[in-house]
């Protein structure tokens, strides 16, 4: 792709960005998890791996490590996560988790390399050095990393239990990337939240990472989120902005108490009316642009010089389950409690309790509950939709010619319902391409919902966030 016309700073307009806030996909997958299926299970995860080392070019691998485990809860979290103090708990969760290790490690062939780890939660730094180190140590055992200058180690930080030792400490097992959790700095929402964070504790963790030569700090705000004001929000961008990360992520919160226990504990009286949560994001929008972050899609903020903003100058950005991604070529292998793998044209999730990940895996059995083996239609749809989320722009004629489809057929349902979107200014539409506008930057995900053939089933689970 010569040109990218996704860059350009998007156009924050309210009204109309009112009239398409409805729930929807994140399409961080397409077909998206609630759309995995119950008859996928470890033989279909082994046939998967096995026709992946087969591939004339074995694609590298992505490890996704997951520790569910946080020392208190944060009313706001829809993650899968247990509250416990209790060191115990991530022993006897390590003993299992070395056993998936053992197990899937070998399935793989051994001249993969392992391009990019990252540890999500809960709370990964829940676990001290010497634990993390060992369970680095068993990876790097099992698995083939790349070479530090090849490769990307990243892990998600609580600042609350981070000291500037433990930072330390991560940089000397290899990590160049973290990401901390901020989510609000304003006294009166991190009480609403149950997540008292300290500017300065947040900046020891920052400033550490920076002396300890961790290449990226990334940083999580939430909007939305109860008592939250404009004023107060704004204040805490200017402290983040002086705080310098690399990268910003800027999340709407997902009220779904029906879901997630621990919302059930927020005031819902207190949540921000619609105008308001708008503001919130238009604000977040103005002050990071305003600081020379770049919007690089959906939630994510980039400095111009970060990888995330180089690669969708250049055409090769990708979005995983872990959002926007330098390393979407690559294989996931998901390892732990409800984590989700990608191999080739196949996705699959461990169990999501305790209880069925450790039976499995005291049987002998990979953990494996659910997934999909993706048919060509959902291979087209997903090249498809990653096109616009990543690029803004789609050549309808080269896109058919390499899928082997007239475009204008194939989609003709899906280009009708476009059409209304081109007429409200959210992309441009000629015979050969398909343009992201400015106006349509903020509205991504209504974009790619045209195309998504599962939102037209009347089974459709109710399980999706808010747009905005």
Same mark, same amino acid.
């Given at each position: 792709?010569?040109q990218?016309?996704?860059?350009?700073?998007?156009?924050?307009?309210p009204?109309?960005?009112?009239?398409y806030?409805?729930? &929807?996909?994140?399409?961080?997958?397409?077909?998206?998890?609630?759309?995995?299926?119950?008859?996928?299970g470890?033989?279909?995860?082994?046939?998967?791996? =096995?026709?992946s080392? #087969?591939?004339?070019?074995?694609?590298?691998?992505?490890?996704?490590?997951h520790?569910? %485990?946080?020392a208190?809860?944060?009313?706001?979290?829809g993650?899968?996560?247990?509250?416990?103090?209790?060191?115990?708990?991530?022993?006897?969760?390590?003993?299992?988790?070395?056993?998936?290790?053992?197990?899937?490690?070998p399935?793989?062939?051994?001249?993969?390399?392992?391009? =990019?780890?990252?540890?999500?939660?809960?709370?990964?730094?829940?676990?001290?050095?010497?634990?993390?180190?060992?369970?680095?140590?068993?990876?790097?055992?099992?698995f083939?990393? @790349?070479?530090?200058?090849?490769?990307? %180690?990243?892990? #998600?930080?609580?600042?609350?239990? @981070?000291?500037?030792?433990?930072?330390?400490? /991560?940089?000397a097992?290899?990590?160049?990337?973290?990401?901390?959790?901020?989510?609000?700095?304003?006294?009166?929402?991190?009480? $609403?939240?149950?997540?008292? =964070?300290?500017?300065?504790?947040?900046?020891?963790?920052?400033?550490?990472?920076?002396?300890?030569?961790?290449?990226?700090?990334?940083?999580?705000?939430?909007?939305?989120?109860?008592?939250?004001?404009?004023? !107060?929000?704004?204040?805490?961008?200017?402290?983040?902005?002086?705080?310098?990360?690399?990268?910003v992520?800027? *999340?709407? *919160?997902?009220?779904?108490?029906?879901?997630?226990?621990?919302?059930?504990?927020?005031?819902?009286?207190?949540?921000?009316? $619609?105008?308001?949560?708008?503001?919130?994001? !238009?604000?977040?929008?103005?002050?990071l642009?305003?600081?020379g972050?770049v919007?690089?899609?959906?939630?994510?903020?980039?400095?111009?010089?970060? #990888?995330?903003?180089?690669? =969708?100058?250049?055409?090769?950005?990708?979005?995983?389950?872990? &959002?926007?991604? +330098?390393?979407?070529?690559?294989?996931?292998?998901?390892?732990?409690?409800?984590?989700?793998?990608?191999?080739?044209?196949?996705?699959?999730?461990?169990?999501?309790?305790?209880?069925? *990940?450790?039976?499995?895996?005291?049987?002998?059995?990979?953990?494996?509950?659910?997934?999909?083996? /993706?048919?060509?239609?959902?291979?087209?749809?997903?090249?498809?939709? &990653?096109?616009?989320?990543?690029? !803004?722009?789609?050549?309808?004629?080269?896109?058919?010619?390499?899928?082997?489809?007239?475009?204008?057929?194939?989609?003709?349902?899906?280009?009708?319902?476009?059409?209304?979107?081109?007429?409200? !200014?959210?992309?441009?539409?000629?015979?050969?391409?398909?343009?992201?506008?400015?106006?349509?930057r903020?509205?991504?995900?209504?974009?790619?919902?045209?195309?998504?053939?599962?939102? #037209?089933q009347?089974? +459709?689970?109710?399980?999706?966030?808010?747009?905005?």
């Amino acid at each position: 792709m010569s040109q990218v016309h996704a860059i350009a700073v998007p156009e924050f307009d309210p009204d109309l960005i009112a009239r398409y806030d409805t729930a &929807g996909p994140r399409y961080t997958s397409y077909p998206t998890a609630p759309h995995f299926r119950g008859d996928f299970g470890e033989r279909e995860l082994r046939a998967a791996i =096995q026709a992946s080392n #087969e591939e004339p070019i074995p694609r590298p691998l992505s490890l996704y490590v997951h520790v569910p %485990f946080c020392a208190s809860p944060c009313f706001y979290c829809g993650c899968n996560r247990i509250i416990t103090r209790d060191i115990a708990k991530a022993d006897h969760y390590l003993e299992r988790l070395y056993r998936e290790i053992g197990l899937i490690a070998p399935l793989f062939d051994r001249d993969r390399p392992v391009r =990019q780890l990252h540890f999500g939660g809960g709370t990964p730094n829940f676990l001290d050095l010497a634990r993390l180190g060992e369970l680095m140590a068993s990876l790097a055992r099992h698995f083939n990393f @790349a070479d530090p200058g090849a490769r990307e %180690f990243g892990i #998600e930080l609580d600042a609350r239990f @981070a000291d500037a030792d433990y930072v330390r400490g /991560l940089a000397a097992l290899g990590f160049d990337r973290i990401s901390l959790g901020i989510q609000d700095f304003d006294p009166a929402v991190q009480a $609403a939240v149950n997540r008292l =964070q300290s500017l300065e504790e947040t900046r020891v963790v920052v400033d550490t990472a920076r002396a300890s030569g961790i290449d990226s700090v990334s940083v999580d705000l939430i909007y939305g989120l109860p008592r939250q004001n404009v004023e !107060g929000f704004s204040r805490t961008l200017d402290q983040v902005i002086a705080l310098a990360p690399d990268r910003v992520a800027v *999340y709407g *919160y997902a009220h779904l108490p029906q879901l997630f226990k621990p919302q059930r504990r927020l005031d819902a009286s207190e949540l921000p009316d $619609a105008a308001t949560r708008l503001a919130l994001f !238009g604000r977040a929008l103005e002050r990071l642009t305003a600081a020379g972050y770049v919007y690089v899609g959906m939630d994510h903020f980039a400095r111009a010089d970060d #990888e995330l903003a180089r690669a =969708q100058r250049a055409g090769t950005l990708q979005r995983n389950f872990q &959002g926007y991604s +330098t390393h979407g070529d690559c294989d996931i292998v998901g390892l732990g409690v409800s984590a989700i793998g990608r191999i080739g044209d196949c996705y699959s999730q461990n169990a999501r309790d305790l209880v069925g *990940y450790y039976a499995a895996l005291d049987a002998g059995r990979l953990p494996v509950v659910r997934g999909l083996q /993706l048919d060509e239609d959902d291979l087209i749809r997903r090249a498809l939709i &990653g096109e616009l989320m990543c690029h !803004g722009e789609l050549d309808m004629l080269d896109f058919g010619q390499r899928h082997r489809l007239v475009f204008a057929d194939y989609f003709e349902p899906a280009l009708t319902r476009l059409q209304r979107l081109a007429e409200d !200014g959210l992309v441009t539409l000629d015979e050969r391409s398909i343009r992201v506008t400015p106006r349509g930057r903020l509205l991504l995900r209504s974009i790619a919902m045209c195309f998504d053939a599962y939102l #037209e089933q009347p089974s +459709t689970p109710a399980r999706y966030s808010r747009t905005i």
